[in-house]
């Protein structure tokens, strides 16, 4: 039996040119994007063997040339709080996100050193220990590095980066990408760990990439500048090998060529926060864990995080929610990670700890109480806000209100003890993803001039009167950044700079990069 | 039946003006109700082979041969997978794919590249 023809009607001469114009552009483009993403990793290999360059060699001092070529265009000078008392000088680094810093792993490296060259050397003290802490998800970048990012990078400048922070098809556009350019690994850690979640394969793929791009890379600078570093990302845990085959399978191309290949050991991905020291006290351990003195894995998790890339949650209890919530000991400081939405994390109101309270019971509920009950004495509060900071929230309070929860109520709330909060956000836009926020340092007792984030001057009509305590300038906050819309009170007005800063807005990605530092007294630790 | 009695037989196949306004209403409503609105609409029109947006727009989804209604069967073929492999096809080349998918409709059986994975086209309901 025949089947009928298709419906059709001829087009008209305007749809007859409009299909031709599109037959020779149209194809031709799409042609040369697909086609770039198959030799890119070739071609970067070859560029390696040509140039000489090595991912893996150790990178040096950028020159001030360098520098100029990667500063972040509202990059602005360091400030904080100096006490000839301290003994511990701990800078909060305002990163701005930023694509075309993983360019490959020479700009990734150039990039990081220059925030330490020109927002940390310059206001170090001499003969004192210096801890630089860097946002939460400061790896999310590199995930884009080199040739496999490459269609990433360019939807990022592209009219495609961004459909609305409520719907983020941008985002979803290019992890499809990612997920494409990681195939490969994805395959092959598929067959070997089994099924693994689809929301999270392509953090396990990037296994290779984090290492070199994170763990490698900070552990380094560590070292080199003999400071102790923090930075959060999410990634597998890992082993080093040198096996021929894996190294051809899971070495990031742009890396090659390379002998050594860095090779998730299991398929669960966590928040996971490390802290490097700048002296070596593991020797067996795999290239970027040779200095690590901690990692903590994030507990419990945002419902972004969870739901939308499927990460795994840290311990929740027993032992191993202690040892998380703990620390190492640092210039007389328990020092303690709390990767943003953990430090929130208390289990009972401000002020209002109830009788046989056990705080560490379940992390996901009172991840800080736990926290303070292993003896922590500075909190690191690794943050990225992914939101705009002058808006309402889905409780209807407002942002910058709610913040103070946690970087303000863990140096004033008399329940806990802990004696400093350090809290780097996070700015940029992602794609659809807006990162936004003020960085501070508090301290617990100190009555310096009364500060505070943008509009928090009172309690809203919209806002729960939880709040109410968090309201006002507060004489705890040793350093903070500016905002990078503006200041004042008028909530309107700060909502529409946010408006404007985020993807589409007039202002769009004018993020104020900078740092605050703090010298951290023994004195005002833990109160009796 | 040769190009040009075909031609006359056709119904009124939607212009690709019509087609892309129908899209943008689409696109709107799936923003404006944050999805959930949009999806939950789209399984009833579903029902009479069309979106939503054709709704509003006076347009439906035929078989591109027979020019009947479609199933659900074949409306899911359409929505869940052509679309997406539209989206997929546009995230693997900065975006241009996305235009390609859609351009498509600028052709004599008016098929967007999710038609013609479903084989249905559109049609102008008067």
Partial sequence: ?528 | MSLAEADRAAPLLAQPTRRLAGFVVDVGLFVVTLAVGWIVWSVFEARVSRTPGMRITGQRIVDVRTGEVVDGRRMARRQLLGIPLALLLGAVTCGVGWLFSGWLVVSPSRQALWDRVAGTTVVEVL
């Fill in chain 1, 1 to 528: 039996m025949n089947r009928p023809p298709k419906l059709r009607r001829r087009l008209s001469v305007t749809g007859r040119l409009c299909r031709g114009v599109g037959w020779v552009t149209l194809v031709p483009l799409m042609v040369f994007a697909v086609g770039l993403q198959f030799v890119g990793a070739p071609a970067a290999m070859v560029g390696n063997l040509v140039t000489g360059e090595r991912a893996d060699q150790r990178a040096g001092t950028p020159s001030a040339r360098e520098c100029d070529e990667v500063r972040s265009p509202r990059q602005e000078p360091t400030s904080g709080h100096v006490d000839p008392d301290g003994t511990l000088r701990v800078f909060a680094i305002q990163y701005t996100l930023d694509f075309s810093d993983v360019v490959d792993y020479a700009t990734w490296r150039t990039t990081v050193r220059c925030l330490m060259e020109e927002l940390v050397q310059p206001y170090r003290r001499p003969g004192q220990p210096t801890m630089v802490v860097f946002p939460e998800d400061m790896g999310l970048p590199t995930i884009a590095m080199g040739t496999r990012g490459w269609s990433a990078r360019q939807q990022a400048r592209s009219f495609a980066r961004s459909a609305s922070e409520a719907v983020p098809l941008g985002l979803a556009g290019a992890l499809g990408q990612l997920n494409l350019a990681y195939a490969p690994q994805v395959a092959a850690y598929q067959a070997r760990l089994g099924p693994i979640d689809p929301r999270k394969q392509v953090f396990v793929a990037a296994t290779d990439t984090f290492v070199r791009a994170v763990n490698i890379t900070f552990s380094e600078i560590a070292r080199d500048y003999g400071v102790y570093v923090v930075v959060s990302n999410n990634q597998a845990a890992y082993r080093q090998t040198s096996n021929p085959a894996e190294v051809a399978v899971f070495a990031d191309p742009q890396a090659q060529p390379t002998d050594t290949a860095y090779v998730a050991t299991s398929q669960r991905v966590t928040n996971t926060t490390f802290l490097w020291g700048p002296d070596v006290v593991n020797r067996s351990a795999p290239d970027g864990n040779q200095n690590l003195l901690f990692a903590n894995e994030k507990v419990p998790l945002t419902p972004l995080e969870k739901d939308l890339i499927g990460l795994d949650e840290g311990p929740r209890s027993g032992p191993a929610a202690e040892a998380n919530a703990g620390g190492p000991e640092i210039a007389g400081f328990k020092v303690g990670l709390a990767t943003s939405y953990p430090a929130f994390a208390y289990g009972y109101p401000f002020g209002e700890r109830p009788a046989g309270f056990e705080p560490c019971a379940d992390t996901a509920v009172s991840f800080a109480a736990c926290q303070d009950a292993q003896g922590v004495t500075v909190q690191i509060q690794a943050d990225a806000n992914p939101g705009r900071w002058a808006t309402t929230t889905l409780d209807g309070n407002w942002q910058p209100l709610e913040w103070m929860s946690s970087v303000w109520r863990s140096v004033a709330d008399p329940t806990v003890g802990f004696a400093y909060n350090v809290t780097p956000m996070m700015n940029g836009n992602l794609l659809d993803l807006v990162f936004d926020g003020q960085t501070s340092i508090t301290g617990r007792g100190f009555s310096g001039r009364p500060q505070m984030f943008v509009g928090n001057d009172r309690l809203g009509a919209a806002d729960s009167e939880d709040l109410a305590v968090y309201a006002g300038a507060k004489q705890e906050f040793l350093a903070m950044t500016p905002w990078s819309g503006g200041s004042g009170n008028d909530r309107a007005r700060l909502e529409r700079e946010a408006t404007a800063l985020a993807p589409r807005g007039v202002r769009e990605g004018e993020y104020t990069q900078t740092a605050v530092f703090a010298d951290l007294v023994p004195k005002t630790q833990r109160l009796p």
